[in-house]
């Protein structure tokens, strides 16, 4: 979608405040079976065929 590109959030995780909200908000997430850090974190461009998850990891990105 747009700019994004399959890990561009890996090198983020390093920042503690960008890490620390990844990880709440993947908290939040699994309720619904969804795990955002693996998300962020694969390199598989496969995870994101699925529209809900490029949604979801781009909305994580943003508010990490």
Known sequence: MGCQWT???????????????????????????????SMIMSDDASVFKNTVNTFVAIAGIQVG
């Open 7 to 37: 890990g561009m959030a890996k090198d983020m995780m390093q920042i503690k405040a960008f890490s620390d909200s990844i990880m709440r908000t993947n908290t939040y997430l699994r309720e619904f079976h969804i795990d955002l850090h």
